[in-house]
């Protein structure tokens, strides 16, 4: 990938590998543009992500690497955000950042994508799961506090899939991240799932093509190894899609890159 924008660190406490393990790994792929995105501090969850405590350690660390790197790879800082109501931290929100993603992970505070909780979905209405999903998608997209949409479609994580047809429950959530400017990410994660394929589908990436929505292009890697897998294959998507350019952000503002 030569755009590599989300990426964790062992401070969530679900990821392993030192900050320049991850930068090497970038380097040997051929990335010229690599991000930080850990799971951003929230007072729910706590267990699977940074603690506030540890943001200064973390964006120092980030920093210093990108320095230290300046002249192999460029570096860029950022959060993952779970967009969660009543929960978002102003801390994080406002940090000095190159940019934010934002990610949908709970549903009325069920971690749907976390084996520990796969059980809840033989409960569940499949139809009425991923209506909801989409439509929090949509809400996260008005509210105007991310610059990057994470893996749109990480419901379908353990292959439970709707009778309905997908494309008409994310028509809004697609039109909302349209209107407000954002970047959708094209992550490769879902290929280490039981899902076997990047998020989005490739159906929805048509969509978005569409709808002239720009791509960035993300490992979501959680260990050094996971850094780049995948490339040929998203990048065999994202071409027959009709993309021929990738996002990133400094400092908040949108640049591009030739795909």
């Not at 959530?173 to 992550?187: G, R, S, W, Y």
Request: overall charge negative; proline content about 4%; glycine content about 4%.
């Amino acid at each position: 990938m030569i755009v590599d924008l989300h990426n964790h660190t062992p401070l969530c406490n679900h990821a392993e590998g030192e900050i320049d393990a991850y930068i090497q790994a970038a380097i040997k792929q051929g990335t010229k543009i690599f991000g930080f995105s850990d799971h951003a501090p929230m007072d729910f969850d706590p267990q699977y992500r940074m603690k506030f405590e540890d943001m200064q350690a973390y964006e120092e660390a980030v920093k210093e690497a990108k320095e230290r790197f300046k002249d192999k790879i460029k570096i860029l800082l950022a959060y993952e955000v779970d967009y969660l109501p009543s929960h978002m931290d102003e801390r994080v929100l406002n940090a000095d950042v190159d940019y934010l993603i934002g990610s949908v992970h709970f549903l009325e505070g069920w971690g749907f994508d976390n084996p520990e909780f796969i059980g809840k979905w033989q409960q569940e209405n499949l139809n009425e799961i991923w209506q909801k999903y989409f439509d929090t998608i949509e809400a996260m997209a008005q509210s105007r506090l991310f610059d990057v949409v994470g893996h749109l479609d990480l419901i379908k994580v353990f292959n439970f899939m709707p009778t309905k047809d997908i494309l008409t429950m994310a028509k809004n959530a697609l039109v909302a991240i349209k209107e407000n400017e954002m970047v959708l990410e094209v992550n490769v994660a879902g290929y280490r799932k039981p899902v076997k394929e990047a998020y989005p589908s490739y159906e929805l990436l048509k969509e978005a093509s569409k709808l002239e929505i720009p791509i960035t292009l993300s490992s979501d890697a959680h260990k050094p190894e996971q850094v780049g897998l995948f490339n040929k294959e998203v990048m065999q998507m994202v071409h027959k899609a009709g993309y021929t350019e990738a996002a990133y952000f400094i400092n908040k503002e949108k640049k591009f890159i030739k795909l």
